[in-house]
């Protein structure tokens, strides 16, 4: 056999070898199963910025409401999020959850007399949610969904009389509700996205007693309480 023969046959084997091993890595990778970008766990940070408000009525039992006084704070927070996701087609459904640690702080004043008044103070300490989001994808990375589930909050209280020695009220109120809300995300790299989120909480009423001059007939009905939140957030998949 020539040289010119031996080198041929030489580049001929690679050439064949080279076709056999890009056959079987295909194969291999046809037999391997896709997993969708959406689809996994993930967890993230980011901040919150919330406008809560609330009324609280004076009630006199039976039912006489004696004085009414709106809330209303503004509020910047931290947040943690994750859950998990599962993407159908150009669909991704899953489960959320949310912690914020929120600070917010209101004072109302009450009293005909304007020697004599009566105070309360709201402090919203800190906001959670657990709820499902529904969404369909605009980009194979980007995600516009929208968002429901089970709301809390936790408020200290405080209701004092100027003339008295002592507080009338000094505790804690845990509220309950619902959220909904709207949000996009935007994977940006290496697992990693970008999520902004409108929601709005409602959260049942709250009772508080004793109050003021007369603990056995009297108490503070705190209701309609709202939460309008926007957060931003960054989160990784696993």
């Known amino acids: 056999m020539t040289a010119r023969s031996e080198l041929l046959a030489a580049v001929s084997a690679l050439v064949i070898a080279g ?5 079987t890595a295909g194969a291999a990778s046809l037999g391997a199963p896709v997993v969708p970008a959406w689809t996994g766990f993930y967890a ?11 009324t609280a009525d004076f ?16 509020n910047f927070a931290g947040s943690v999020d ?12 899953g489960a959320t959850a949310n912690f914020d640690f929120a600070f917010s702080h209101d004072t109302e004043i009450w009293g005909k007399d304007p020697d004599h008044h009566q105070r309360m103070t709201s402090d919203i300490g ?16 980007t995600l516009l969904y929208g968002a429901a589930g089970y709301a809390g909050a936790s408020a200290h209280i405080t209701a004092f009389d100027d003339a008295a020695t002592a507080k009338a009220y000094d505790g804690n109120l845990t509220l309950s509700g619902y959220y909904l809300g709207a949000g996009i995300e935007t994977i940006i790299s290496n697992g990693w996205s970008l999520k902004t989120e409108y929601r709005v909480s409602k959260y049942s009423n709250g009772f508080m007693t004793p109050v003021f001059d007369d603990p056995d007939t009297a108490a503070i009905n705190f209701h309609d309480f709202s939460s309008q939140t926007v957060k931003l957030s960054l989160d990784h998949r696993f």
């Open 44 to 54: 993230g940070f980011g901040t919150a910025a919330a406008i809560n408000k609330s």
């Open 59 to 74: 009630v006199w039992v039976p039912s006489t409401v004696d004085g009414t006084n709106d809330f209303s704070a503004t």
């Open 19 to 23: 076709a056999l091993s890009t056959g």
């Open 126 to 141: 800190t906001q959670w949610g657990i709820g499902v989001r529904l969404g369909g994808l605009l980009t194979d990375t």
């Open 82 to 93: 994750g859950g998990y996701d599962f993407q159908a087609g150009r669909m991704v459904f």
